[in-house]
Nanobody, 120 residues
Framework: QVQLVESGGGLVQAGGSLRLSCLASGNIFTINSMGWYRQAPGKQRELVADITSGGRINYADFVKGRFTISRDNAKNTVYLQMNSLKPEDTAVYYC??????????????WGQGTLVTVSS
């Protein structure tokens, strides 16, 4: 069994910063990709950023220059540093990982989500 646990969400004023963390644990052989998605009320879940085990990064256009994704492979942890937050960044942020288990199974795993609220 593999699980992702997010932390770091909360309430912040516009222009402020938050840092999200996501720890993967369980029967993990390797993690190919880790990333962050978000879902605002009434909207579809969308990619925010992801990072491969080799460090290749992909950002959504709406966060470029404001958010930074990073990863600690030794700790099976991915981070999302969010700066210059806007009210439209308000959403539940979900961690996502593409994991290979010790038995060679390839799994896509989601965290439970952490709420980020940006007040104007």
């Amino acid at each position: 069994q593999v699980q992702l646990v997010e932390s770091g969400g909360g309430l912040v004023q516009a222009g402020g910063s938050l840092r999200l963390s996501c720890l993967a644990s369980g029967n993990i052989f390797t993690i190919n990709s880790m990333g962050w998605y978000r879902q605002a009320p009434g909207k579809q879940r969308e990619l925010v950023a992801d990072i491969t085990s080799g460090g290749r990064i992909n950002y959504a256009d709406f966060v470029k220059g404001r958010f930074t994704i990073s990863r600690d492979n030794a700790k099976n942890t991915v981070y999302l540093q969010m700066n210059s937050l806007k009210p439209e960044d308000t959403a539940v942020y979900y961690c996502n990982a593409l994991i290979v288990t010790g038995q060679g199974l390839r799994l896509e795993v989601w965290g439970q989500g952490t709420l980020v609220t940006v007040s104007s």
